[in-house]
């Protein structure tokens, strides 16, 4: 026993995180130039970023073991506060730079303990770059770290500047830490404010994915606190994402396993410590929502854990409907697609070694987590499906009905694959088309009711605008089967004109137009059928979305004339503010209650004259959330879609999903 101790003490000795375990690849210098390539933007999103690098940080102090708990503070004044009871950042002399490690990690780029494997078993961050990136884009950063019950402190400015070298504070309560708080520096950034949504979601959705680790969002500005534990994680995950689904059955399967998998084709026989974890419930929709994540990275796009997660999947069930004789030997067997109809998962991995395709982070591209995800799948799912027969022929009377929609609805997808887009003999007979065949500055107005199309037809600017109207609402395509939207002449219509398909072969390289706009009243009706088409655009054409090719028009609500003075409101404030500026002088408003009853020249003027008209672009920050509102608003229960739309009738300056 003493010896084995020994043994443990010496292992930890050499696996120190210490100055020896930090490595410098280079400096700061590009970061302030061009922001953009090291946090996607200088917006909103490139914003919230700068908290996402430095709680990913925190985070792999827990994924390592060394932490317990994580607490993200936004201030009264504006900065982010990240608070961990990890190791604490190393405070010795880096024998490369000179200076403390805790202002090495900060001020150069690439140096990080993440490049040493013995400091970080798996990481989030694939380079280690994050504390500095965010340090560089700061008007201040300040630093406190614990060590054995010391506490020490350092301050940057201006980009990462050292403004006060690290120095020793005395003795603290606290045995190990970090504290990092920042403001960003707004002359490189974008003007914008931490959003409370934006925190709270994604610091929700990293407890879910590390089990047992707390953490606390405290919101100084709105007095809010908000404390999340799962002990249960991925299995409160998926009940959370189930909340507003009807169950086809109701159990959660769930699987975890840790094992060393050798890494193919290595000299050698190298392996890598990998943690699988896995859990799916099927639901009675006709989506899938299935999500892979590597490191807590949500990989958007699979990889190599969601094909194991799939293929698993396919196995068990085709296995098991030949045992039952639903299907025989020699009939065609469920497929990838088949299977995860109805369906909602998470794929959870953690890599000491991720390799992503491209720079996105968005593909997980390790060949030997395929094997392993494979089995640990078909372990827990071939346990549930002996274990649990009934509900297993329930799933697969699902699946069959699945495979049949499928069938049926290829002819459809197939009929839009073989039209030409600028062929003119494919399109949509009420498609009033462009002139110009380039795609890039082409639109499509997706107009609700001939009224509105016809106006929006003669007003349009027929060189560079298309204009579609449907007729009244269209499929809730969270609620129908594949084949019958295939079927409905207003959906084909859109696919038609759009002309990239549809998932999974949607093509983006294909569409026609650079925007597509939807443009409804500005009512609760129109607010509804604006949210029937953001779902098929979501559950069908999601990339388009994703890079930003879908708006809403927004129109005014009043006509207010003064005089022979026309002026437009778009919102009821705008209105007040006319009235206000008219004093007693007379004046006269007009409700719109509809596109329709505008004319050809004042739907040109106030909602599709790119120079004067207002579109708010349809962004998705988090997939996973988006997922789960569209199953809420659309889904089977109809209240809290009534409240929603109630409550957001009135388009907003901005609309994110």
Not at 156 to 177: A, I, M, Y
Not at 431 to 448: G, N, P, R
Not at 464 to 486: M, W, Y
Not at 530 to 537: E, V
Request: one cysteine or more.
């Amino acid at each position: 026993m003493e010896n084995e101790q020994n043994e443990q003490i010496k292992l930890e000795q050499e696996k120190e995180y210490g100055a020896s375990s930090i490595r410098i690849l280079e400096g700061l210098e590009a970061v302030r130039k061009r922001p953009g390539m090291y946090i996607g933007s200088t917006g909103p999103q490139g914003l919230h970023h700068m908290i996402w690098e430095i709680v990913d940080n925190a985070i792999d102090e827990a994924m390592g073991g060394y932490a317990t708990r994580v607490i993200v503070t936004l201030t009264k004044q504006g900065s982010i506060r990240v608070d961990d009871d990890g190791r604490g950042i190393p405070v010795d002399i880096h024998p490369k730079t000179g200076k403390s490690t805790v202002e090495t990690v900060l001020t150069v780029l690439h140096a990080g303990g993440k490049f040493d494997n013995t400091s970080y078993k798996i990481s989030g961050g694939l380079h280690g770059v994050g504390a500095s990136v965010t340090n560089a884009l700061s008007k201040w950063m300040k630093v406190w770290v614990s060590r054995n019950h010391e506490e020490y402190y350092v301050e940057f400015r201006n980009g990462g500047h050292t403004v006060e070298p690290l120095k020793k504070l005395g003795h603290s309560d606290k045995l190990q830490g970090t504290i990092v708080e920042f403001f960003p520096d707004f002359t490189v950034m974008e003007q914008a404010t931490f959003e409370h949504d934006i925190i709270a979601g994604r610091l929700r959705q990293l407890t879910y994915l590390n089990k047992g680790l707390k953490i606390i969002f405290i919101d100084e500005q709105t007095n809010q606190k908000d404390e999340w534990l799962y002990e249960g994680g991925l299995k409160e995950y998926i009940e959370d994402l189930n909340r507003d689904k009807e169950k086809l059955v109701p159990s959660i399967v769930y699987g975890e396993e840790e094992a060393k998998v050798k890494i193919p084709n290595s000299l050698q026989d190298e392996t890598y410590n990998i943690k699988v974890e896995v859990a799916f419930q099927y639901n009675k929709t006709y989506n899938n929502s299935c999500y892979s994540f590597c490191n807590n990275i949500n990989t958007i796009e699979g990889g190599t854990h969601e094909e194991g997660f799939r293929l698993a999947l396919v196995k068990i069930l085709n296995r098991f409907a030949i045992e039952k004789k639903f299907i025989k030997e020699s009939d065609e067997k469920f497929t990838k697609d088949d299977v995860v109809e109805g369906l909602t998962a998470i794929v959870s991995i953690k890599h000491p070694n991720p390799q992503y395709e491209g720079q996105t982070k968005r593909k997980l591209g390790n060949t030997e987590v395929r094997p392993f995800v494979n089995k640990v799948t078909s372990d827990v799912f071939e346990k549930y499906v002996l274990e649990n027969p009934d509900d297993a022929i329930i799933i697969i009377k699902k699946i069959m009905l699945a495979q049949e929609a499928r069938r049926k609805s290829q002819e459809a997808k197939d009929a839009t694959r073989r039209k030409s887009p600028f062929d003119s003999a494919s399109l949509p007979g009420k498609l009033a088309d462009c002139s110009t065949k380039d795609h890039t500055i082409s639109e499509l107005y997706i107009v609700e009711g001939d009224s509105a199309g016809g106006s929006a037809k003669l007003g349009r600017n027929r060189e560079f605008q298309a204009i579609l109207p449907l007729k009244g609402k269209i499929l809730n395509v969270e609620k129908a089967k594949t084949n019958k939207i295939f079927e409905n002449d207003e959906i084909m219509a859109m696919i038609t004109a759009i002309g990239a398909g549809v998932n999974p072969e949607f093509d983006l390289t294909k569409i026609r137009y650079d925007k597509i706009i939807i443009m409804t009243d500005a009512d609760v009706d129109g607010s509804h059928i604006r949210i029937l088409l953001l779902t098929f655009f979501f559950r069908y054409m999601y990339p388009l979305i994703e890079s930003g090719h879908i708006y809403a028009a927004q129109p005014p609500l009043y006509k207010f004339m003064l005089g022979k003075t026309i002026k437009y409101a778009y919102t009821d404030q705008e209105l007040e503010d006319f009235k206000k500026a008219a004093g007693n002088t007379h004046y006269s408003v007009q409700r719109y209650k509809g596109l329709g009853e505008m004319n050809p020249e004042q739907l040109w003027d106030t909602t599709m004259d790119p120079q004067y008209r207002i579109l708010q672009k349809i962004s998705i920050d988090d997939a996973v959330k988006a997922d789960a509102e569209f199953s809420l608003l659309m889904g089977d229960d109809v209240m809290p879609r009534k409240d929603f739309i109630s409550k957001n009738a009135k388009f907003v300056k901005n609309l994110d999903i």
